[in-house]
């Protein structure tokens, strides 16, 4: 039965010095998480359509689906929420809202229908947390008569069944509105979900890893795993298991064998590693750990319960101390920790990041689960490998830093992303520093290329970096995994990387060596990572380097025009460094005696390091943002060999500021078979 109305609350609108009620909620149970989501969802109550079948919160923005299926996505995506809090026993007074609004919305006599779904439709993805929601929360289907049940059926089932999908996780989407349907005796398709799981099966990869899609192109990102495979397997186990047990014990295993691999891509604090698209999702990264509750799989050694409950709750609780991410109504803006469109793909409207209420899932577990019932732990830090490599997605985990840290090679997206070299193609993610994308297409500082090597063949104009490799690999020295790829930015341009992930005893170091066939005259820029510019004291532009604040840059930063300019440089051996919410820095090892002995007899000149001042909003967690950088010309013909280091000590609890730069000056150790490498063939 429909819940009893209930007075609305009064409208949000955020001032100045406004806290979103988010974020006052001490999380420590599952109540505390109810109320969390309920602060989510009031907000959007003023944003219902007449008939609440469609929700527009404030953005305003397109993209490259119509207006209407965005204001969709505003209605379904909270539903991943509701469904499961009302699967778990809670109550919301907005129930009713959303039930008229699926009666309009799958009406085609409404002045509020959605529209029948097209090939390749974005109302496909908004039918999976509709199906959700319809599986696990039985009063929505029980409030509706019999013409508008008919309805429901031919919007959800019939008139998708037979159409087109693109080949990848969408897949996933049809099989849920069919689930949906199934769970409440109504008509659907058993062979068509059969025939998508049977195609969704062909991107496994092993070890829990499932591939965005068939093979031709690398893509295992959060979608993999929280986002859509991983955690709508989970799903299925829970809702499916009986009906089909072997698949579910599959998935199960599958699970267990990602979960070991995940549990990489947070950190102590409680963030999540930004990598690849859509992570203005948000904290949906963190549902996978409460829809392993979901579907009740047994944690594999050394997870417990504990840990999966920290793991969530602390992501959440990072999540509460971003307060830029809210719109003046209190609904989740594009972006990641304040808004941004420059990160945003074309598939992002206002209403988008609701899929963070996926986070949620754990809402449907029972109170007496383990999940609920376990004391929250802290990250197993002492139990997991600091650096590991991870085969499927091609990446090496290194928390030596004090941050999670991916070095990464070989994926891309299988589409002309925006932004798709930065997102997919950077040498090095961070929990701390995130990525950074372009914001133009006019010099370095719009660029923005942190964490990759920019190469430009037209005086520093436009930049071109890795996007596709030729080959990517993982490799061991000394027992060390080391990741390997070879790239062509252009046509007669070469370039082999090695990333080698850092050691004990130089833990806030890690090395990048590119070897560069050039059959062109190009100019090299390599950035480090990103770090916020501002100063503590009134937010303005760093300074040079205080040894009282324990702040500031070395050199000293220009400015985004004249950069040709003796103050602002410095060799390539001495590198630049920028400290503010921890420091990050770059240095020039070829120039060292030895190796630099080796490249072109020594005659070859140093490159220089200095600061570049990025566009403001191209990094997704600080909005005005320097990157230490090394630059060089190439010209014509040469073969070269850059070996560069790059310094990260993010900011911490307990860690003093004048504590920022104390591994600085102790340089890391060439590795012997990186000087053996070049010394054959110089």
């Given at each position: 039965?429909?819940?009893?109305?209930?007075?609305?609350?009064?409208?949000?609108?955020?001032?100045?010095?406004?806290?979103h009620?988010?974020?006052?909620?001490?999380?420590?149970?599952?109540?505390?998480?109810?109320?969390?989501?309920?602060?989510?969802?009031?907000?959007?109550?003023?944003?219902?359509?007449?008939?609440?079948?469609?929700?527009?919160?404030?953005?305003?923005?397109?993209?490259?689906?119509?207006?209407?299926?965005?204001?969709?996505?505003?209605?379904?995506?909270?539903?991943?929420?509701?469904?499961?809090?009302?699967?778990?026993?809670?109550?919301?007074?907005?129930?009713?809202?959303?039930?008229?609004g699926i009666?309009?919305g799958?009406d085609?006599?409404?002045?509020?229908?959605?529209?029948?779904a097209?090939?390749?439709?974005?109302?496909?993805?908004?039918?999976?947390?509709?199906?959700?929601?319809?599986?696990?929360?039985?009063?929505?289907?029980?409030s509706?008569?019999?013409?508008?049940?008919?309805?429901?059926?031919?919007?959800?089932?019939?008139?998708v069944?037979?159409?087109?999908?693109?080949?990848?996780?969408?897949?996933?989407?049809?099989?849920?509105?069919?689930i949906?349907?199934?769970?409440?005796?109504?008509?659907?398709?058993?062979?068509?979900?059969?025939?998508?799981?049977?195609?969704?099966?062909?991107?496994?990869?092993?070890?829990?890893?499932?591939?965005?899609?068939?093979?031709?192109?690398?893509?295992?990102?959060?979608?993999?795993?929280?986002?859509?495979?991983?955690?709508?397997?989970?799903?299925y186990?829970?809702?499916?298991?009986?009906?089909?047990p072997?698949?579910?014990?599959?998935?199960?295993?599958?699970?267990?064998?990602?979960?070991?691999?995940?549990?990489?891509?947070?950190?102590?604090?409680?963030?999540?590693?930004?990598?690849?698209?859509?992570?203005?999702?948000r904290?949906?990264?963190?549902?996978?750990?409460?829809?392993?509750?979901?579907?009740?799989?047994?944690?594999?050694?050394?997870?417990?319960w504990?840990?999966?409950k920290?793991?969530?709750?602390?992501?959440?609780?990072?999540?509460?101390?971003?307060?830029?991410?809210?719109?003046?109504?209190?609904?989740?803006?594009?972006?990641?920790c304040?808004p941004?469109?420059?990160?945003?793909?074309?598939?992002?409207?206002?209403?988008?990041?609701?899929?963070?209420?996926?986070?949620?899932?754990?809402?449907?577990?029972?109170?007496?689960?383990?999940?609920?019932?376990?004391?929250?732990?802290?990250?197993?830090?002492?139990?997991?490998?600091?650096?590991?490599?991870?085969?499927?997605?091609?990446?090496?985990i290194?928390?030596l830093?004090?941050?999670?840290?991916?070095?990464?090679?070989?994926?891309?997206?299988s589409?002309?992303?925006?932004?798709?070299?930065?997102?997919y193609?950077?040498?090095?993610?961070?929990?701390?520093y995130?990525?950074?994308?372009p914001?133009?297409?006019?010099t370095?500082?719009?660029?923005?290329?942190?964490?990759?090597?920019?190469?430009?063949?037209?005086?520093?104009?436009?930049?071109?970096?890795?996007?596709?490799?030729?080959?990517?690999?993982?490799?061991?020295h000394?027992?060390?995994?080391?990741?390997?790829?070879?790239?062509?930015?252009?046509?007669?341009?070469?370039?082999?990387?090695?990333?080698?992930?850092?050691?004990?005893?130089?833990?806030?170091?890690?090395?990048?060596i590119?070897?560069?066939?050039?059959?062109?005259?190009?100019?090299?820029?390599?950035?480090?990572?990103?770090i916020?510019?501002?100063?503590?004291?009134?937010?303005?532009?760093?300074?040079l380097?205080?040894?009282?604040?324990?702040?500031?840059?070395?050199?000293?930063?220009?400015?985004?025009?004249?950069?040709?300019?003796?103050?602002?440089?410095?060799?390539?051996?001495?590198?630049?460094?920028?400290?503010?919410?921890?420091?990050?820095?770059?240095?020039?090892?070829?120039?060292?005696?030895?190796?630099?002995?080796?490249?072109?007899?020594?005659?070859?000149?140093?490159?220089?390091?200095?600061?570049?001042?990025?566009?403001?909003?191209?990094?997704?967690?600080?909005?005005?943002?320097?990157?230490?950088?090394?630059?060089?010309?190439?010209?014509?013909?040469?073969?070269?060999?850059?070996?560069?280091?790059?310094?990260?000590?993010?900011?911490?609890?307990?860690?003093?500021?004048?504590?920022?730069?104390?591994?600085?000056?102790?340089?890391?150790?060439?590795?012997?078979?990186?000087?053996?490498?070049?010394?054959?063939?110089?």
């Amino acid at each position: 039965m429909a819940s009893s109305p209930s007075t609305p609350s009064p409208p949000l609108l955020l001032g100045y010095n406004s806290k979103h009620p988010f974020t006052k909620i001490p999380l420590t149970n599952r109540t505390s998480l109810q109320n969390l989501l309920k602060t989510l969802l009031t907000p959007l109550t003023p944003h219902f359509s007449p008939l609440k079948a469609l929700i527009r919160v404030p953005g305003g923005t397109a993209t490259r689906f119509d207006a209407r299926a965005s204001e969709i996505e505003g209605f379904c995506r909270p539903l991943w929420g509701l469904g499961a809090l009302l699967a778990g026993g809670g109550s919301s007074p907005l129930t009713d809202h959303w039930i008229e609004g699926i009666k309009a919305g799958t009406d085609p006599s409404s002045p509020e229908f959605w529209g029948w779904a097209r090939d390749n439709d974005q109302r496909m993805v908004e039918m999976c947390p509709l199906g959700f929601l319809l599986a696990v929360a039985p009063q929505f289907w029980d409030s509706l008569n019999e013409r508008e049940r008919e309805n429901v059926e031919k919007w959800l089932g019939e008139a998708v069944n037979g159409k087109e999908m693109p080949d990848t996780n969408w897949l996933w989407f049809r099989v849920f509105a069919n689930i949906g349907l199934k769970k409440n005796g109504g008509r659907y398709e058993q062979a068509r979900m059969e025939r998508d799981m049977e195609r969704l099966n062909g991107f496994f990869r092993g070890d829990g890893w499932s591939n965005d899609g068939p093979e031709g192109i690398w893509q295992q990102d959060y979608y993999s795993g929280s986002f859509a495979i991983q955690f709508l397997q989970l799903l299925y186990v829970e809702l499916e298991g009986g009906d089909d047990p072997v698949k579910a014990g599959e998935f199960k295993k599958r699970a267990q064998d990602y979960a070991l691999d995940f549990v990489h891509y947070f950190d102590e604090e409680g963030r999540a590693t930004p990598f690849g698209r859509s992570v203005g999702y948000r904290f949906a990264m963190a549902g996978f750990w409460g829809a392993l509750a979901f579907a009740d799989v047994e944690l594999p050694a050394p997870l417990t319960w504990g840990m999966g409950k920290g793991l969530l709750l602390r992501n959440l609780r990072w999540w509460q101390t971003q307060h830029d991410i809210w719109s003046p109504t209190g609904t989740l803006t594009i972006g990641y920790c304040y808004p941004n469109t420059y990160m945003a793909e074309n598939y992002n409207s206002p209403m988008s990041p609701m899929w963070a209420f996926l986070a949620f899932i754990c809402l449907a577990v029972p109170e007496s689960h383990p999940f609920w019932t376990s004391e929250e732990e802290a990250y197993p830090t002492h139990l997991l490998e600091k650096t590991k490599a991870l085969k499927h997605p091609g990446h090496i985990i290194s928390y030596l830093g004090g941050h999670k840290m991916i070095l990464s090679s070989g994926q891309a997206c299988s589409y002309p992303m925006k932004g798709t070299h930065a997102k997919y193609g950077s040498f090095a993610y961070s929990s701390a520093y995130g990525y950074s994308v372009p914001t133009g297409c006019f010099t370095l500082e719009q660029f923005a290329l942190a964490s990759q090597l920019g190469l430009s063949d037209d005086g520093g104009e436009v930049w071109k970096t890795r996007r596709l490799c030729e080959s990517a690999v993982i490799i061991y020295h000394d027992s060390r995994p080391v990741l390997e790829s070879i790239w062509k930015p252009f046509p007669d341009v070469k370039i082999k990387t090695y990333l080698v992930p850092p050691v004990e005893e130089t833990r806030n170091w890690h090395l990048r060596i590119h070897r560069i066939e050039a059959g062109r005259e190009v100019m090299t820029a390599d950035g480090a990572f990103a770090i916020c510019n501002e100063r503590m004291e009134d937010g303005r532009y760093l300074d040079l380097y205080s040894t009282e604040t324990h702040e500031g840059t070395l050199p000293k930063i220009i400015g985004n025009y004249d950069l040709d300019t003796p103050e602002g440089r410095s060799s390539g051996e001495k590198g630049a460094f920028a400290v503010s919410k921890g420091a990050v820095g770059i240095c020039a090892m070829e120039e060292s005696t030895a190796v630099e002995e080796s490249i072109a007899g020594g005659k070859r000149k140093e490159r220089w390091a200095m600061l570049v001042n990025a566009d403001p909003n191209s990094n997704l967690i600080s909005s005005r943002t320097v990157i230490p950088t090394l630059q060089d010309t190439i010209n014509k013909g040469e073969v070269v060999w850059y070996v560069t280091a790059i310094y990260a000590k993010p900011e911490k609890e307990g860690v003093e500021r004048s504590a920022y730069l104390d591994g600085w000056d102790r340089r890391p150790v060439i590795p012997g078979w990186v000087r053996k490498e070049i010394e054959i063939e110089m």
